[in-house]
Every structure is written in C-alpha cells, then in structure tokens.
C-alpha cells in the first residue's frame, strides 16, 4: 500500500499533473478571450476532470511534507509554501462549492431581500388555470450554454399529474441589433445624428425618442390626424417626408458652417419653420430642432433593417437560447432573451389551459435580512456623463436579530454583515436625460466569509514562506547568493589567466478655385495654445492638447506641412470650404493600392456621392466581425472611417467647448452658438465670436494685435466663469510642455541606444579580455551608464508630469501601465547594475521596448479622468506593485534569451568563461522571477 501510494504521489507523477494544470488554465484563457467565460467553465473550470486534478494536486502536496520529512525547523520555508498552497486550494473549494454571489437592485428609499445570481439558470414558472387553486410548479436549473460546447438538456418537472419538458433547440451568444443592407431588403431605414456625434437609425414600424419627442417610420403613410403627437416620417420613391404634429425647425449644416466662419450668430431668418400636420419634405444633412433638442438627418438607406448579429465587441451583446415545451399533448418553440449576469426577459404564454413563464439568465435568491437605500448620490466629472465617483447610504433591516444598522457604501469601502459582503457596483437611472434623478443603486453580494477568510489565511502563510526563504539558513536565496559569490571568484580568477595569456578572440477629383483661407503666426498660436476646451471625458485641457490630439488622428504627426498643430485645427475650424479638399487625412499604407488611394486623401475625394464616407458597406462589415476575425484590411478601414468622422465634426464644431456655462450644476462647456447655451446664456459666445472675426481680419491684415487682446479677455473669462474646474495657469504649462517635448518617445530611443551599446560592450568584454582592451572599454561603459541614468531621470519626469496634470498616479490604464512598467523595469535593473551591467543594458532594452509599443497607437496616450474604482490610496498602491512586478519577469526573459545566445556562441577555447557568465545571469533570473 506504502509503495502504492509513494508511486502515486511521486514528485514525476506530481509534476506530470502541475504541468497538465498549467496547460488547462492556460487553454481556459484562449477558449474564455475567443468563446467567452461559459464555453470555459464548461470544458475545463467546472468539469469534472479539472476538479480531480486539483484534489490529486492538494493530496501530492500533503504526501510530500511527510515525505520529505519538511516538519523540522530547518525547513520552515518550504513547509510554509506547501501548506498555504493546500489552504488556499481548501477556501477555492469552499467558494466553489458552499458560496454564492449576484447582484442587488435598491431603488432610492425602497429595500430588498433578495439578489440576482450570477450564474445563469433555465427557469420555468406554471399555473393551471382550468381549476381553483390549480397545480403550480417554480423551478430552475443551473445552465451554461456556449456555442463551442454540445449543449443538449432535457429538463423534467411536474404540474400535478402532468409532465413536462424543456428541451435544448438552439443557443446564439452575444448578439445585438444591427442595421443590415441587401439588396433583397425592401425596407428602408433613417440615419440620424444626435449629441453631435452620434448616429442612430431609425428603421420602419420602430420609434426614436429624440428628447421627449418621438420619431416614428413608417412603411405606409399614416393617418396622420389619429396619431399620438410626434415626428412622422415617410419614404416615397427615394424622397423622405415629414408630417410633423408637434413644432419643428430647421437648419441647413452649409448654413451653419458660414455662420461659424464668419463668426456672427445665425438670425432666426435663416431657420425654416414646417407647418403642422401637413406633408413637407425632409431633407438631408440639415439640422433639425425639436423640442429644444436638436437632430441631424444625414442620409437615407434603402434596402435596410436591423437583424440580431454577433456583436464586434465582447460583452455588449445579450444571449439568445431556443427551447421546447412539451405538456404530453402539444410543443411550442420559444425563444429566450437573457445569459451570464443578465436579467432575463420573461416570456409568457398560454397552452392547454396552462400559463407558463420561461427565463435564461439570473434568478431571484433570498437572503434573510433586508437593506434600504436611503440615499444614492452620484458625481461626474464636469461637462460630461463620465461617473467620478458614487456612494449608498443603506441601512440593514434584520427582524431576526433585531437589528437595524445605518452603513454607507462606495468603491473600496464595502459593508460586511452576517456573512455577506456588498461593493457598490453601479447604479440605474429612470431617465438617463435627467442624471439629478438617481433612482438606483446596483450593489455586488458575496456570501463568501468561510472561504474567503481560509484563502487569505493561506495568502499569509505564502507571505511568511517568502520571508522565510530569504533568511532561513538552509533557504534557496541563500543558496544561491553563494552561488553566486563562488562564480564571481571564479571569473576573476580566469580573467587573470586570460590576461596573462593574451590568447586569441572571437568575432562576427476634379478640381475647383481653392475659397479663401488664413492662418494664424506661430506667436499668436502660442497665445492661443493656453485657451481651455473641455474635452468629451468633462477634462479641462488647453487647446494645444485637443490640436495635438486631433492633429495626430488625422496626419499620424504632430504637426502639417509648415503648420503647427494649434495653428492647424483652428484653420480647419474657420474655414472648413478650403480644407475640404485639401489632402489633411493620412491614409493606412495597407489601404492605398486597395482603394487605389495616396498617401494623404481630402474628405471630399473620401466622399461618396450620398455624403457619406465611400466604403461604408465595406466598413459595416469590418465593424460586425469580432475583433479577432478582422484582417489588416478590415483594421485600417475602420482607422480611416474615424479620421474621416474626425475631420467631419472638426468642420461642424463639435470638439471646440470653449465657452463654459455660468452656474452650470453639472460644468458643461460648450460650443459657441450652439441651441443649449443660447437657452443658458445669449452673451457668453459674443467674446468668442468677436475673437473669431478678429483672428479672420487679422489673417487678412497680417496683424493679430487686437485678435490677442480678445483672446487674453476670453481666457480671463474662461477661468473666471470655469473656476470651480479650470486647471491652475501652472498644470496647463505643465501639460503644454508635456506635449511638446515627447518624453516617452525620446526615452525609447535613448534606452535602445544606451542598452543597446551596453550589450555590444558586455559581449566585447567577454570575448577581448587583455589588459589594453578591458581598460578601453571602460570609458565607453561610464559614458553608456550616464546616459541610462540621465534617460531614466528623464522618464521619471514625464510620469511626474503626467501625475500632475491629470491629479491621479499615471498607472490607471493601459498605456500608462506600460510605461510604468517601462521605468520599474530600469529600476531593476540598477538594483542588480553593480554585479553586472548586462542586467542593466537587458533593462534598457526592455523598457525601450515597452515605450516603443506605448507610442505605436496601439493604446491610447491621452490623459483621462480617473475611473470610481481607482479611486481608492491602497488600491493605487496595490496596482502600482501588481504592475511593477511585470518589469521583473520580463526583465528574466530577456536574461534568458541573452544565456541562449551565449550558448550558441561559446567555442572549445572561450566555453569555460561563457559557462561562468552563463551561470552568473542564471542566478539573476532566479532572484528576479
């Protein structure tokens, strides 16, 4: 029995098992990114295979403490890593098995006693009617479906004598709706543009609330005189039609956009009133005034309806499973609307004098005490949607204990009760228009303290295995710190041998009249460049860093031709007539032999003859794939469909929120004259205005004298009628200068060359060891480790800058992860920089690598307001050493691939001293990883 079990548990068979563990979380991860969490709780997190290979894992951990006799003072460390492995593998069984989560919807002063699961369920809920007091059933279970698994169930319960069954048909994940074009459609739909930049489509027999008007589409035209009150809109023959009900107005965009450039506010002359209840017709691209909100009719499409498509990105879609209900007498196919962490959609339905009700998703459970949402607060950052932070004043209701508690809840503060835990999550409104209206808040429940508690005690007993290792006599850093002693005498000694032997070394469209433009001088561009525009995220920036951004979207530089990029975007601001046709939009290299397109294309030769953007059917259907499933084709052409759209609202004025609105409750700015604040403030625009005329008479006199003086006004009043969220006069230099001078691009370029040229020296020095050389090559090495330094003081500025100008630690999302992760990198490699410098000229190149990936535009570098989250000081500290440690792996990679090539390069006369290096960056590798 003894050999049985010792062969069981033996350390090859144990390792045979860690490496198939390793293997499946890993395929877990590949099978959860491409099929989502179901497909992978059902293949490998939740099958039974996996959780026998976890209890075999938990048991040949206990076999071997008694094995290798690891109860002894001497090996300490080594027991405390097992035992806290097999505590926290004994809580993880707790949390699967016993706990539970979901979620708690309280509406403001109402409570509740129950949550939704987060696990899906099949539900049915039945009564027969055909008696008094009939047979009810209330049943559900447990169901992951995923369209990579077999889903097949056939579920059976009973109402009173009758059986009946739910059966698996068909399952579809992640579906939305979308408007879909074919020719074989006959339906038509509507683009309108609302909040400026967003398109909605309206499609026949669907409704559109713009506000609280509705807009209706209908296939026939309606009797107009019986309809509720609204916007009524009818095709005909290619035509549109509108029979208004309610008062409308409009404006054409060609009109606006002179208004703009000749800087006075559009007269109510230039609006065109419909008349009520008659038939007029709806033209495109004009703006549409309705019930004080505004709507941009942009275009017609024919052959068009919305149809449930799988969603082009994760988690935004719902799941859709098909089952059939058997009675014994009659089936009925149903569809149901709901998935993981959804509330479903119930479906109800009458057969055979049963009612029934079907749901797929979250369920009710039952906690036994109640909490009431006193009070729900929420802030956003200034002129936005963008929540800063929100917080539960709740009060816990427990007639069992006689308990009535009074707790406040938020992010990173949570309320602990009778084994429950609740976050605060999120929150619902009535009306997203009216955000003062807070209804709602979402919490996150866990019943989870058993298992929780025992996980945490088996995180403390790792803590304490890795202090122990690090001091215990017999530990492994120990060991390897003589190991390490041991090699550095033995590479001094060789070195000896090798300078007394001075041995041998080693080697190896159509064209019309261009209107009129003028541009402002670079001194006026800097005056100009310290004007606040607030941003979509609410953040108050100067305009350089909105010119640099959108500078950048549309010429991938910082800068055109001889033009700035403040200088620029206010030309395209002014006079957009001139620069539509003007090649300002960088096209993709991977687009242009395709599209037969050139390097730079104008937005009108981007233009189809509808005004809409030429690849449209194209970019709708690169839009629908999955992320995963696009080419490069499809990937650039949606790039050149955002700049297009760019360069389209730069012409309509949407990104320019200059003028900040007096006693604003949420510090919205806005655009100058645009329909909300004239509805706040008729004079707050005059300034502007009178500005933009001065900047335009200035280009034509060459003097921009008095456009300064009116600009100088305009920031004075900027800061005085935005002073509860303009940045002090200081931040908005620091972020000028931020931009300006490209830290993190520069820095990747010194650290490439810097450790490059440190590498280069490291591999010299291995292989030329005579006095003469060794003492040439020490210079060299100073000058390259000065200029890592000097680059890394200069990294660490740009990060302080960004800390500065957004208020918060620059590590809160991806790109600044990765520059963080850059500078820890170069702090690793100072650490271990006085034993050897390839541990340093290895950090260098990783962190230019890092950088280099940072600016690819593969991740967005703009400085964005902190999520609710983050908001938290451990938790900035918690991310800032979850991150950092990146630096320390990635740094032992690069160690290893350097010892690879060492392997590769050692000959007969030099293996001995390669073996020497080689062995010495091995141990390194260990104390890093």
Known sequence: MNKLLSSLFSMRLASLGLIAFLVAIGLATFIESVHGIQAAKITIYNALWFESLLLYLTLALVSNIFRYKMISRQKIAMLSFHLSFIVILAGAAITRYISFEGQMIIREGSSSNFIYTSDPYVLINAQDITQKNGATVLQAWKTYLSEFTNNDFDYQTNLGKKEISIRYIDFMSDRVDSLQINQKFKENALELV?????????????????????????????????????????????????????????????????????????????????????????????????????????????????????AAKKKTGKDYLTVELNDGKATKKVILEGGVGQYPKPERFAMNGVVYQLEYGAIQKNIPFAVRCRDFTLDKYPGSNSPSSFESELTIEDPRNNVKLDRKVFMNNVIDYDGYRFFQSSYELDDPNTPENEEGTVLSVNHDSLGTNITYIGYLLMALAMVLSLFAPAGRFQFLNEQLQKIKLKKASLGIVILLLTGNVLAQHNHVKKPVHHEVTTEHADALASMLVQDYEGRIVPFHTLADQLTRKLTYSNKYKNLNAVQFILSLHMYPSYWASQPIIQVPRSLREALKLKEFESIMSLTSKDSEFKWMAQYKTAHQKLESKRNEFDKKLIKLNEKYEVANNIFMWQFMRVIPAKNDPNNTWFVPLSIELSQKDTLSSKLFVNYLAAVHQGGQNHSFGAAEDLLNQFKKYQRRAGKAVAPSEKVVGYEISYNKMQIFKRSYQLYLLGGFLLLVVFFVGIFFRSEKSLRVLTWPKRILIGVTVITFVYHGIGLGLRWAISGHAPWSNGYEAMVFIGWVTMIAGFVFAKKNQVVLASAAVLAALMLWVSEMNLMDPEITPLVPVLKSYWLMIHVAIITGSYAFLGLACILGLINIKLYLLQTMKSATLIRLNIQEILFYIYFLS
């Open 194 to 310: 609302t909040d400026g930049m967003r398109s909605n489509y309206l499609t026949e027999n669907d409704v559109f609330m713009v506000g609280q008007t509705p807009f209706y589409l209908s296939a026939a035209r309606p009797s107009a005189p019986n309809q509720a009150p609204g916007i009524y809109l009818h095709v005909k023959k290619g035509q549109v039609w509108v029979y208004p009900s309610v008062a409308i107005k409009s404006l054409p965009m060609s009109e606006m956009q002179k208004v703009r450039a000749s800087g006075q506010a559009p007269a109510d002359s230039l609006y065109k009133e419909f008349p009520l209840n008659e038939w007029s017709e709806f033209a495109p691209l004009t703006l549409y005034l309705v019930g004080g909100q505004q709507v941009v009719f942009k275009r017609l499409i024919p052959h068009a309806k919305k149809m449930l498509v799988k």
